[in-house]
């Protein structure tokens, strides 16, 4: 299964697209971290980064034999002669997650409109390769309509590439990676087409509306075809203890799930590792102010008490004196003395912790400890919002990429976060790991089209 992987980021699609049976054509990513990280597990070593900026400075023909392009998509849209190779190729698959909130269909009357250029540049893509199936991959939000009149650009997007010639069966979904494996609440728009000739010789057809994944035995058995199977059912909802227990030495009563972990170790996902490591990967604990740990030993004793993390968000927007009497009302069954999952004391008595929680009051109120028995929150490319469920910290890059579903052998290489004045630019670990398709996700969307793809080339038809 030949595919393309455009905006690819470090390389969750693909992962899972190889793990399916897919075999890299290219992958075109803009950014030279998130780009290095794609290669050095995809493709070859990039460890050295001298030997990186080699290929990162060598031509777009360079680059795309070594199938990974370090550039904008524009770039290898406007080298004829590299786009006719790779028509001639007859891809089986183009993925990617174009970013679309903005897209338009009216956007060709207004090419300079930057919504509509990176989406349309993957639609002209597609256009000049026909692949025999396409995914385009985004977040929630792209299904909120722009007005009244107007179609959202999910919608719209959908349409668009249903036109391009000869033709494409399309369905939109929405899936969540928790019902496909993932230890976290991931929501995720997709759009999934099967060109027109395939289509009609293997029976695909579209349902003509959105599908929504749920647990395996809460969607049955009756999927449309362009819909990637459920593989978990609800009782055996992956949680963050599963994921990442086996990483903390205060987690031991809170048990861990082996087979988890022993999955993140399989060898099967294809990463490209040159050596093996005894050290776990991209696990450096993020240093933190003493302030700072305090904060959080607090929203843990808060937490597991069952008492509202919130209160010390809200105290820091009170008087001081409502502030006290507010904290005093909501301890009133708190229970004491208050100690921290680490063992810390954090108070004997209710006043002492009364007044520890206005010391610490901050007007920041996203700030939430992720329990052991839950699957995580979405990962997302800033980190701080996340606390650790035993340890005054936020997560780190390795535990953020086990509730994403990277296996344990895939290393993120580049910063490991970067300051508010670089994010336009740079995309470190951390927005690696928030930017990615879980693998658990695409090696699902990846065995569907595999198999369709596999029908269509033994001549299988559907009934």
């Avoid at 009563?253 to 776990?280: F, Q």
């Amino acid at each position: 299964m030949k595919y393309v992987d455009l905006f690819a980021g470090c390389g969750g699609l693909s992962l899972g697209i190889e793990r399916a049976g897919g075999q890299l054509v290219v992958a075109v990513e803009k950014s030279d971290m998130a780009a290095r990280t794609f290669y050095h597990n995809l493709v070859g070593d990039a460890a050295d980064p001298l030997a990186w900026q080699k290929h990162v400075g060598a031509s777009t023909d360079e680059q795309v034999a070594k199938k990974v392009l370090v550039k904008e998509l524009s770039s290898l849209l406007s080298e004829a002669g590299a786009m006719q190779s790779l028509a001639d190729l007859d891809l089986d698959l183009v993925v990617g997650g174009p970013p679309c909130q903005g897209f338009s269909l009216a956007g060709r009357r207004n090419p300079d409109d930057v919504r509509n250029k990176l989406p349309w540049e993957y639609l002209e893509f597609v256009a000049t390769t026909r692949p025999k199936a396409v995914v385009i991959e985004n977040v929630v939000g792209m299904s909120q309509k722009f007005d009244a009149e107007q179609e959202s650009s999910f919608v719209q997007l959908q349409q668009a590439l249903a036109d391009i010639q000869p033709g494409y069966i399309v369905q939109g979904v929405h899936v969540n990676a928790m019902h496909y494996g993932a230890p976290q609440h991931r929501p995720r728009l997709m759009i999934i087409g099967i060109r027109s000739d395939v289509a009609l010789r293997t029976g695909v057809q579209s349902t003509g509306k959105l599908w929504k994944s749920g647990f395996k035995d809460v969607v049955g058995e009756d999927l449309p075809r362009l819909a990637p199977v459920p593989t978990v059912e609800s009782i055996e909802a992956r949680t963050v203890g599963h994921a990442i227990a086996d990483l903390s030495p205060h987690a031991q009563a809170n048990g861990g799930n082996k087979l988890y972990v022993k999955e993140m170790k399989n060898r099967a996902w294809g990463v490209r590792t040159k050596t093996r490591r005894n050290n776990v990967l991209n696990h450096v604990p993020r240093k933190h102010a003493q302030r700072t740990q305090d904060r959080f030993r607090m929203y843990q004793y808060l937490s597991n008490s069952g008492l509202d993390q919130r209160i010390i968000s809200r105290a820091a927007v009170m008087p001081i004196s409502d502030a006290e009497l507010y904290v005093k009302k909501q301890l009133v069954d708190a229970p004491l003395p208050a100690i921290a999952p680490d063992g810390t004391l954090i108070a004997e008595t209710v006043e002492a912790l009364g007044a520890a929680i206005i010391s610490l009051a901050t007007k920041k109120h996203s700030q939430k400890v992720l329990s052991w028995a839950s699957p995580a929150r979405t990962v997302v490319t800033l980190p701080d919002d996340y606390v650790h469920p035993v340890e005054p910290r936020i997560f780190t890059v390795r535990e953020m990429a086990r509730f994403q579903g990277f296996p344990e052998d895939f290393e993120f290489l580049g910063k490991e976060t970067t300051g508010a004045h670089r994010r336009r630019v740079e995309v470190p670990q951390y927005s690696q790991v928030g930017n990615a398709v879980s693998p658990w996700l695409s090696l699902a969307v990846g065995k569907m089209i595999s198999n369709i793809l596999s029908e269509d080339a033994n001549g299988e038809s559907y009934s």
